[in-house]
């Protein structure tokens, strides 16, 4: 191994720590915030608001497919039920849990054309200089070197990562890779709708895009922009030109929209769309407060309320998500957890940011560069004993939001949705 190899495997390598923190117990009542509701209302004349697409169908499921209590999942999942790794995989991928790791999120840029509340701090955040930042070939090689090693699934993310200029030429580099099977993005749609027919035949089969509120003035308000009926023109034709299913992300928080979680879930009706419910998460510069979470839990009683038919349906062990389905509707629901019943035992993803630096677990703190290595000529073999010794110190969960909330991480623009 070459010499400045070892030299930066020695000062790069992060130390993550051993200590474990599992979830607090939670309170059981919640105070109420109220936000003044605009009456402005969506464009009713959207296809994704007014026009359906797919033939409604009924699905049969079998009673023990769900909880007695829909809403009544275990957050003690137990590191036994971790996916493992398979023996043809890298040991680099596998943590001390046992927890294979085949997801990896790469942020492709940290700048953003919104400044969405719970993600950017209000003064906005200090960028990376561009010389600071992955090139295109930087990026392609340590994909190269995780796909090599047994990850199976990339997701690009930002920042907004369409407005990097070179957006299509890296879907089209990492979709070749052998051993691909899903190149995934995470957008705000601002300009997915006329940048969409290309990516995807430069091989993105996977598009995740973030709306947290259907109504045009408080879009504008919750985003410090306007753009809400480009967004909906991006979701029209992501399902028109074949994605299925459409992921819509929303990070509902009370007293500004959960009082649109059944609108939200209307768009599920007649399109192949996946509406997401994301639990409100803190991190740096979004004022994150216990107060402003609406937990799963909660959600989830209200759409069943509306919709008694909601049935659960089979998750994969690595999915971040708990999935649901009502009768008839084309779509599905989904809830994203991560603050009330975390999903730590059988998480699979990594991430790298724009600027180099990988990070094991999304919550935690510490990082090592893997950009510095590089550019000092550390040969792949070095990169993944680097990666390698990052994977093994991941903690077996996080600290839990009440932690999370004092505890120093990036804003979430500079990590990557």
């Known amino acids: 191994m070459q010499r400045s190899t070892l030299k930066y495997i020695k000062q790069h390598i992060a130390t993550l720590g051993s200590q ?17 509701h605009s009456q402005s209302a969506p464009n009713i004349n959207s296809p994704l608001l007014s026009g359906g697409i797919c033939e409604p169908q009924r699905v049969n499921h079998s009673q023990d ?12 999942n137990m590191l036994s039920e971790a996916p493992q790794a398979s023996a043809p995989l890298s040991d680099m991928l596998v943590d001390s ?31 990376t200089p561009n010389s600071k930042l992955l090139s295109q070939g930087e990026i392609i090689r340590l994909a190269n070197l995780f796909v090599t090693s047994g990850v199976d699934k990339i997701r690009l993310t930002g920042g907004e990562p369409t407005i990097r200029p070179d957006i299509e030429g890296i879907c089209l580099q ?11 993005m995470t957008t705000n749609g601002l300009v997915l709708a006329r940048k969409l027919p290309k990516l995807k035949e430069c091989g993105l089969n996977s598009v995740n895009i973030s709306l ?10 919750m985003t410090r922009r306007k753009g809400f009926e480009r967004v909906l023109e991006s979701i029209d034709t992501a399902v028109d030109i074949g994605y299925n299913p459409v992921k819509v992300n929303c990070v509902v928080m009370r007293g500004i929209n959960d009082d649109e979680i059944h609108d939200f879930v209307e768009l599920t009706r007649d399109k192949p769309i996946n509406v997401r419910f994301i639990e409100f998460m803190p991190f740096d510069g979004n004022v994150w407060n216990f107060k402003k979470l609406v937990p799963y839990a909660e959600m989830l009683d209200r759409v ?11 998750d994969h062990p690595t999915d971040t998500a708990k999935n649901f389905k009502i009768d008839g509707f084309c779509g599905t629901v989904s809830f994203i957890t991560s603050m009330t019943e975390h999903f730590c035992a059988g998480c699979n993803r990594l991430r790298l940011l724009a600027d ?62």
Request: proline share 5%.
């Open 304 to 314: 069943l309320k509306q919709h008694k038919d909601l049935r659960r349906l089979q």
């Open 212 to 221: 947290d509120t259907l109504v045009p003035a408080k879009f504008e308000f």
């Open 65 to 76: 497919e769900f909880f007695s209590k829909t809403y009544a999942t275990s957050c003690a």
């Open 97 to 127: 849990f046992g927890r294979m790791h085949t997801y990896l999120r790469i942020s492709l840029t940290e700048r953003c054309n919104l400044r969405c509340q719970y993600c950017m701090p209000a003064e906005g955040v200090e960028l």
């Open 174 to 184: 990492l979709s070749n890779l052998n051993g691909l099977r899903t190149l995934a």
């Open 20 to 36: 474990v923190h599992l979830l607090p117990d939670l309170p059981c009542s919640f105070s109420m915030v109220h936000f003044v």
């Open 356 to 417: 180099g630096n990988f990070k094991v677990c999304l919550f935690g703190p510490s990082e090592v560069s893997l950009r510095d290595p590089i550019r000092s000529g550390v040969d792949d073999n070095g990169l993944r004993e680097i990666i390698g010794a990052a994977v093994k110190r991941k903690k077996a969960a996080h600290a839990g939001m009440f932690d999370l909330a004092k505890t120093s991480n990036r804003p979430m623009i500079h990590i990557g949705g």
